[in-house]
């Protein structure tokens, strides 16, 4: 069954076309993130990685990648898959970040006429990696713990000391968000995230990939990795707080014990709201779009631009329009009427796509980014 669709204009040499269903959003599958001066984005066992390098060019390097335990049951197994797929995700990040960093390595070494990326620097990214999954231990799961325990001689009440536990778990969550986003690298990073955003979203909203369409689109979107971080917070904090262990350094062992269950039931609701419009899911979900508000900005035209390059790597998303929209696309990007087969969910009719989708918000990031807030559509919500 084709998926319904909302009034939309197709512009194309056999005139304008208007979809007779209602449009929804449809799971593209697509997932990524933001790397120095780039974007990666994946598609099953394919992925890119797409940068802007010094002299303004756009450079791209396509890989396969055989996911972590492949070939392993529990890659089926709902709630125990949740924990591989998340390290095969980091590994996948990583080097995708490595491969980003040694681009600018390799020309900051060549303009000092010294060796870039070597077999140390390799070394070194990888005890970055360990040691940043260590500190969001310490600092997410185990210091959180620590400071409610603080609390146990003067409060006796054990439900009190766990909802303090939780209160502070959130709270570091956001403060630390909140902090690193004042940081200059870490702010273009945010941008190229939105962008990552931007451009699934577009495609998902059964529009063609350019960057016109692009920038008026949300930076926003429910399958973040920021979501699957609020989530794994807020589902520690439910599971902690069944859990009473009177030991100290016995309830910080039980607690990074459970960090595979947290990740697993975490990676499920995840996975759930990308493709449920559940009122249930969306509301659980929902912080999640909020928490994007420090871990993404507005890009500009370059950095959707980039974007673009790495999606059409990995994904046909003319294809994909056609067998989920029923639109036919040429080799330009351009709409040339109904893909075969959708010929009769069409009339010639013309409607303002964006006459109900237009959104007013933040306006100084969008003057930063050189857009006007009048031009933007934000994801749909419903």
Known sequence: MRPCLNPFILFGHTGVYMATQRRKKVYSGI????VIEGVMMRNGEKYAVSVRTNDGKIETETQMHKKFMQDS????????RGMFVFIDSMIVGTRALNWSADRFDDEEAKDNGTSGS?????????LVVIVAVLFSIGLFILLPTFLASLFEKEIRNASLVSVIEGAARI??????MFVIGFLKDMRRVYRYHGAEHKCINCIERGKTLNPD?????????RRCGTSFMYISVFISIIIFFFIRIDSIPLRLLVRILLIPVVL????EILALAGKSENIFVYLLTAPGIWFQHLTTREPDRQMVEVAIASIEAVFDWRKYLADNFGLAVNEEGEITGAAPGWEDDYEEEYVDEYEDDVYEEYPDEYEEAGIDPKDLVEEDED
């Open 264 to 267: 697993g039931i975490s990676y």
């Open 118 to 126: 070597s077999p140390v620097n390799n070394f070194l990214n990888t």
């Open 171 to 176: 709270g570091i969550f956001i403060m630390y």
């Open 31 to 34: 997932g990524g993130q933001a």
């Open 73 to 80: 049951f529990v890659l089926k197994v709902p709630f125990l």
């Open 213 to 221: 369409n692009v920038m008026k689109c949300s930076r926003f979107h």
